[in-house]
């Protein structure tokens, strides 16, 4: 097996490059439309709220909404409507102060804890309610929600149902990180389409508009005798300018996908093109959720990007390259793997004439803080050939 340097995903490791491309293939087939993610989401907090839930308990999910509020949008058990959809002030209630801690938190006697607010007394009440577990959700560079349970009847709050709500706050994070990875994968993949279609709009349509103004500047010369035609020509000609107009903006605004997904879809484009270009088989993967990423920034990293994939075209026989990116508050990783000999590959920590473009980039790394390696990943005769560019966030 070709040793492969440690990726970190969640609580699990991928050691070696069959994990990363078996990884790699479960990430493109579980790729599907925004509509059944949001589906599978749903279905996903659902499940995870029912194993909360024991007999006579109510389980609520309530996620990260408008800047300063929870949205309870999933609840279970509840006996009342008074739940639903409510909204829950950050630092408020035992809910809103899981959040705001990022922390769990535990009222023993909910209606007799001094150390909660109680704005919602009413809406506990109603539910029979006194007393609450309350954990938050993590994501990758923040809180995704908090999972509480409330519990009805005269009783304590033992060790394991903390243990049980905690432990399905961690799990609903992990997967919803996943989630949200395979979600920015649609998003580059449809904004890819998107960029074929207003190319090809540009390319037929305005070519069309171009010809049928040219024709009627030329009908119109030959018509200046005819003053009523003469002035139909002429606003003929009108409206095709104002349709190249229309069609230019479309095209630009098809053309620019949003700041989000600005990186991922960057990286999707140029591994389709690598892959038509050489034949070499590509995956992207997409391991966490990436924030946006300001302009300068994304241009170094796809600029490096670039840079690891001509070498791969250039100086390895590879078949098969993965590109993995990996996001979390501390800063940004893109990584090139390939499966090929990486004899001739320009290495970060020798000055060759190959390695004069990676030179280039490293330097345009290091000076936003970050780091390049391009390099093997061990010693070894099994080692293969890594390159690794982090930026800071």
């Given at each position: 097996m070709i040793e492969h340097e440690n990726l970190d995903l969640g609580n699990r490791r991928l050691v070696s490059f069959a994990d990363v491309l078996h990884a790699a293939r479960v990430a493109e087939l579980s790729v599907t439309s925004p509509v059944s993610l949001d589906r599978r989401r749903n279905a996903l907090i659902e499940s995870v709220l029912c194993f909360v839930q024991s007999r006579g308990d109510v389980v609520w999910f309530a996620g990260a909404g408008e800047a300063d509020h929870l949205l309870l949008r999933h609840v279970v058990g509840n006996t009342t409507d008074e739940?639903?959809?409510?909204?829950?002030?950050?630092?408020?209630?035992?809910?809103?102060?899981?959040?705001?801690?990022?922390?769990?938190?535990?009222?023993?006697?909910?209606?007799?804890?001094?150390?909660?607010?109680?704005?919602?007394?009413?809406?506990?009440?109603?539910e029979k309610i006194n007393r609450m577990i309350a954990a938050p959700v993590r994501a990758g560079h923040g809180l995704h929600g908090v999972v509480t349970l409330a519990m009805r009847g005269d009783g304590t709050v033992g060790d394991r149902a903390i243990d049980r709500v905690t432990a399905a706050a961690v799990e609903l994070g992990s997967a919803l990180d996943v989630m949200l990875s395979n979600e920015q994968l649609v998003v580059a993949s449809v904004n890819q389409e998107r960029r074929r279609v207003a190319a090809e709009l540009h390319d037929r349509v305005g070519a069309l508009l171009f010809a049928l103004g040219a024709k009627l500047q030329g009908l119109s010369a030959r018509l200046?005798?005819?003053?009523?035609?003469?002035?139909?020509?002429?606003g003929m000609q009108q409206d095709a300018a104002a349709a190249g107009l229309a069609l230019r903006e479309a095209?630009?605004?098809?053309?620019?996908?949003?700041?989000?997904?600005?990186?991922?879809?960057?990286?999707?484009?140029?591994?389709?093109?690598?892959?038509?270009?050489?034949?070499?088989?590509?995956?992207?993967?997409?391991?966490?959720?990436?924030?946006?990423?300001?302009?300068?920034?994304?241009?170094v990293v796809v600029g490096a990007i670039r840079e690891a994939l001509r070498n791969v075209e250039k100086h390895s026989d590879a078949t098969l390259v993965v590109v993995t990116v990996t996001d979390n508050p501390r800063g940004l990783s893109v990584t090139v793997n390939d499966n090929g000999d990486f004899k001739a590959m320009?290495?970060?920590?020798?000055?060759?004439?190959?390695?004069?473009?990676?030179?280039?980039?490293?330097?345009?790394?290091?000076q936003l803080g970050g780091t390049l390696r391009a390099g093997t990943t061990d010693e070894d005769e099994d080692s293969t050939y890594s390159f690794r560019v982090w930026i800071p966030r």
């Open positions: 739940l639903h959809n409510l909204q829950v002030v950050h630092g408020t209630g035992i809910t809103g102060r899981a959040f705001t801690t990022g922390a769990p938190a535990v009222a023993l006697d909910y209606f007799g804890d001094s150390t909660i607010t109680h704005e919602y007394d009413s809406t506990v009440a109603a200046e005798d005819d003053p009523d035609l003469f002035r139909e020509i002429q095209v630009e605004r098809f053309d620019s996908p949003p700041d989000a997904a600005a990186l991922t879809t960057a990286l999707a484009d140029d591994c389709t093109r690598f892959e038509e270009r050489t034949g070499i088989g590509t995956q992207l993967m997409v391991l966490s959720h990436v924030e946006a990423l300001d302009s300068v920034r994304r241009h320009p290495m970060s920590d020798q000055a060759t004439p190959e390695g004069r473009g990676l030179c280039m980039h490293r330097s345009r790394v290091e």
